[in-house]
């Protein structure tokens, strides 16, 4: 029942989001047209206005984009003329995907290891060397780290591609790039569950039974140290989904980030409403899948419905 309700708040909520949105982006300074040559006579510029619905009222104006957005329709672009927002998101978005599940499978697959031995081997030499690469991970933003592996991987050793999607060996300097800062912070936050984790009474009641520690460990204190990970991986997953700007510029790959920024930029309205949207829908998805997983991982999680 509790996962019901969640979904049926889904409509209400991105109705809601759209709806700010849509104003924010609507009395935000400037328009689509500020920086382009002015028409040449004042009617050229109102069927300009015309076309797009910008000399309506503004609730007339979101009245006319939900009406387009019922049928599935974003709208078109306000600054690329012969493309709809579902053109570029159709063609943007799945470059983005593919990009973000290759780094968050990446961040997960370097992450939670390191911070489990950093946590199992406290006080051994793996402790420090395991927090003092979660943190360099973390400090060292993507603009430091793509020219750099850029520099040793394909132009000194050229084992990979320098840049641009589509090859497999493509995939792999954008990937860790993008994942490579995600991965710290799944270490850090994977050592701080299984810390204290490991002295929970249910793990000192499994030892006393006489299991083995590896046993104890991976089967019955992974599963509840690993929550904060889960928590942490829907909103992780729906930004990595959406595109990064910088992985995307660096490595000239033709994802959602170069769209949000320059829509933004160039107040592409109904392209800035979409993305949102899109990013808005991921978000309220994963963490309702989040909230599943914990009931998976952890028996004792109920929630009221």
Request: include cysteine.
């Amino acid at each position: 029942m509790y996962f019901l309700k969640r979904l049926m708040a889904l409509p209400p909520l991105l109705l809601l989001i759209s709806l700010l949105a849509f104003l924010l982006v609507r009395i935000a300074p400037g328009g689509p047209f500020d920086k382009e040559r002015k028409p040449a006579s004042p009617e050229i510029e109102r069927r300009l206005l015309e076309r797009y619905h910008l000399n309506e009222p503004l609730w007339k104006q979101y009245m006319l984009y939900l009406k387009g957005l019922s049928r599935g329709d974003f709208g078109p672009s306000l600054k690329q003329r012969n493309h709809s927002v579902n053109d570029i998101i159709g063609q943007a978005l799945p470059v983005s995907a593919a990009l973000g599940i290759s780094a968050f499978l990446f961040a997960l697959g370097v992450g939670i290891p390191l911070g489990f031995y950093t946590a199992v081997w406290k006080g051994r030499w793996f402790e420090l060397a395991g927090n003092s690469m979660a943190l360099l991970f973390v400090c060292v933003p993507a603009l430091v780290v793509g020219p750099l592996l850029v520099i040793v991987f394909a132009v000194q050793w050229k084992l990979f591609p320098v840049a641009l999607w589509g090859d497999p060996l493509q995939f792999i300097l954008p990937t860790v790039t993008l994942g490579i800062y995600f991965s710290g912070k799944v270490a850090r936050l994977m050592s701080e569950g299984m810390v204290k984790t490991m002295h929970a009474p249910y793990l000192v009641t499994a030892r006393a039974k006489g299991l083995s520690e590896t046993r104890i460990l991976w089967k019955h204190g992974f599963r509840i140290a690993v929550l904060p990970v889960v928590s942490y991986s829907g909103p992780l997953l729906a930004d990595l989904l959406t595109g990064s700007f910088v992985v995307e510029s660096l490595f000239q790959i033709p994802g959602m980030g170069v769209f949000v920024i320059n829509s933004a930029l160039n107040r592409d309205y109904l392209l800035i409403v979409g993305l949102v949207l899109i990013y808005a829908f991921l978000l309220l998805v994963l963490n309702l899948l989040v909230d599943v997983a914990y009931t998976w991982l952890d028996p004792r999680v109920r929630y009221k419905s």
